[in-house]
């Protein structure tokens, strides 16, 4: 038999003992025994390997154990039941022991003379403990502990890794231990006796080097200008932009400050008599009710509209969640959970230097309260927060404002022409806010061409930094001459240009029975390239260049973005839909243009 390398089991030396031996059994093919039950109906040479195994790794596992422990287990031959109890008496009381483990994982500091491969060991430890009580620590999570928990002295290393999640924990040793070398050897001499060998020496050293951000040689990534470049372009700017770049980050901006907002956040509050929301989407069921809620401060009395359960995303967790008996109060400026309601359920609350655990009556961890702008915050997300209430086709009581939003805010001026379908009664006094904060006015160019097709523009809108439901960061544009009439397409990348214009040639000269003669376009590399040349070439198509920095010589693909752009900002704002929905709201915009009046469009009847 050979000799096996597990440590003599302790009472402090568990986990480590139930990972190697597990290792050991698993060599051994004999780990199965442990994992399932003995199986039903078992016979002849099946139930003798069955019983070889158990016996074998119930011997294993009792040589491991010290003089004491093995005499308290020396009557348990069956080794499934062996391992249980082992288990249960060094494992004590599993949940509070969870909660102990998450917390230290959370906690996790780098010491002030700590090695770094000493620290990620210590760490990747702690993810272990925690694994084997039944709380799964993803690699990213580990990661995100890693990175939060190093001192001062990687402050600039900590806040260039806080940018890079998808790195994996292997990669976080290597750039870290890269820094560390670089710290250790900052002033340090070395004495040379060659000045020429010392010279060759470093430059091979040079050479060798490898930056752990971009993967290429010789240089390091403090160094690496590819770094530099992604974090200068994560910076806000919104200087030297270029109409089409202007809008754009216009249209994500007036996302994003939804999606920043506090709309997803939840304050614990030890005040609240009762658990309130400020926004319908979060309710699971719901039941209309009106009241009165009291709150301390000037505005003591708000009213209330209904109550209901309210199933959320738990981002701490991973999981859902479900609170009852949640009061709807439109007028809050924060949602409440309240800590007494919590607490007269049977909740426990325990607080800690930064944040807040709420523990069940069975001792898990539903969540987790963090300290915030000096008040405790849970993050949550609504269940059904993409399930959009949309208007009716036909209402009976359509208004003008309801008929401006349809026709996707259209002036007063273009739905007088089409009085004849919308029928309602204009209001020469409405006043809409949305178009005042999307709206931008710009001088009209009239046509230079005589018939439709006779004169292309194009523009390629992007990238838009979150991608479309159908994974599109690109929109190109494509205006009509003579008719004013937009084209949008979606794209996943810019090579898809080309391809994209050969499909809108072939499909419109075919319903026009007209030929593409001119393509104006601005000097981007998407349009000025061989293929796109080779093209052009090929069906005597004139491709017209405008002049560089210079917008307004393309400026009607330039109109057309801004336009389309404006609008289709003023559905997503309106709406309060996710950024993700922008390829949708830019084809509503398009579309409507084209049924709408508009300057230098063509006129036809309604």
Known sequence: MEKLTVPELTSSNYFIWALKMKAALSLKRLFSVIENKKPVGLDGKALSDWSTKNDDAVSYVKLSLSDEQALQYANEDNAKTLWEKIKSNFTGQAEDRKIDAGNKLHNLRLCEKEKISDYIARARGL??????????????????????????????????????????????????????????????????????????????????????????????????????????????????????????????LSSEVQETSTKHVWILDSGASAHRVKERIWFENFVSRTGEVFLAGKDSKLKSYGIGNVKAKNVYKGSDIKIENVTYVPDLRYNLISLTTLMSKGFKCVSKFDSMLIIDKHGNVVTKAFKRNNRLEIDLKPLNEYNIECNLVENPNDSYEIWHKRLCHLNQQYMLQMKSVIDCNLNSNFQCDSCDVGKITRKFHPPISNDVLELIHADLCGPVHVESLRGSKYFLIIVDDYSGMYFSFFLKSKTEVLSTFEKFKAKYENLSDKRIKRLRTDNDLEFLNKEMAAYLNKFDIMHEKTIPYNAESNGKAERAIRVTVERARIALYESNLPLNFWAEAVAYSTHVSNLTPRKGKAKFTY
Do not use: W
Not at 176 to 198: D, F, H, I, K
Not at 204 to 210: A, C, D, G, S, Y
Not at 219 to 234: G, N
């Open 127 to 252: 993810a272990t403990k925690c694994a084997s009580l039944g709380l799964d620590v993803t690699e990213r999570e580990l990661a995100f502990y890693v990175v939060r928990g190093l001192t001062e002295k990687y402050a600039k290393i900590r806040e260039i890794l806080k940018t890079q999640r998808e790195k994996s924990i292997d990669d976080l040793l290597e750039i870290l231990r890269e820094e560390e070398t670089l710290q250790n050897n900052v002033g340090m001499p070395t004495e040379v006796s060659n000045p020429n060998l010392a010279f060759t020496a470093v430059r091979r050293q040079r050479q060798k080097r490898v930056c752990y951000f971009c993967r290429k040689p010789n240089h390091v990534m403090k160094d690496c200008f590819i770094r530099k470049r992604i974090e200068a372009q994560k910076k806000p700017r919104f200087y030297n932009l270029s109409r089409k770049n202007k809008d754009l980050e216009a249209l994500a």
